[in-house]
């Protein structure tokens, strides 16, 4: 494991989702930067900040990206939507079980599968891998500031913010019993990329090491619950 760490504060009530709200509400969490590029990446590299609260039995998330080649077209759930301009956000509750690749464009679609074995193998994503169904998909509530579809891609400079609210039940349908969150230690790390987008990127706020890779676990930072 990396030597990132992350303190999720606890919230007194649920902060504002609306992609547009200021961010009084989120006041009190603290910031991470997604600043990791691979030399990979294209000359272009997003400023992209995220903030994640926790209150009752729900994980809030809020990405804030200051952007440019800003393109989505991918607006079904589970569709490949790391080739669109889009955030990540890995979590792994418990050492001895799997992680949850959330993956979110800036349309606000969602690839979302349930990884206990991220080992690629040929004509499957993985080598054991659960993809989330549709109906606890939707439990996610995600919204974000920016239009479903971008086609052509917009090319000058863009601010852009999504917010997520994860019930921990969805979680807990697959690793156990999660609640309460207060003072347990999780693994994870947060992305952003564009795979098809005319200047693609990579990054990380946990640095990868050796190939363009992001479903490598070992390199997951801790994401400690207040």
Known sequence: MSGMQYLVRQSV???????????????????????????????????????????????????????????????????????????????????????????????GTMLLFYIEDPARVPDAFFRKFTPIPLEQGRQVLIQSSLPKRIDPEITTPTRWQLTTSVPISLLESYVGPLHPLSGQTWQGNFFKCADECSHPHWASWSPIQGQLRFHQPQFFGSIKFE
Do not use: M
């Open 13 to 107: 009530q649920a902060p504002d989702l609306s992609p547009e709200a200021d961010l009084s509400s989120w006041t009190a969490a603290e910031v991470l930067h997604v600043d990791q590029y691979r030399p990979e990446s294209s000359s272009h590299h997003p400023k992209t900040a995220v903030r994640l609260l926790h209150h009752d039995r729900h994980l809030f998330v809020r990405f804030d990206v200051q952007d440019q080649f800003v393109r989505c077209i991918r607006d079904q759930y589970q569709d490949l939507v790391s080739k669109d301009s889009c955030v990540e956000f890995f979590l792994k509750p418990r050492e001895s079980a799997g992680y949850f690749n959330f993956e979110i464009n800036c349309g």
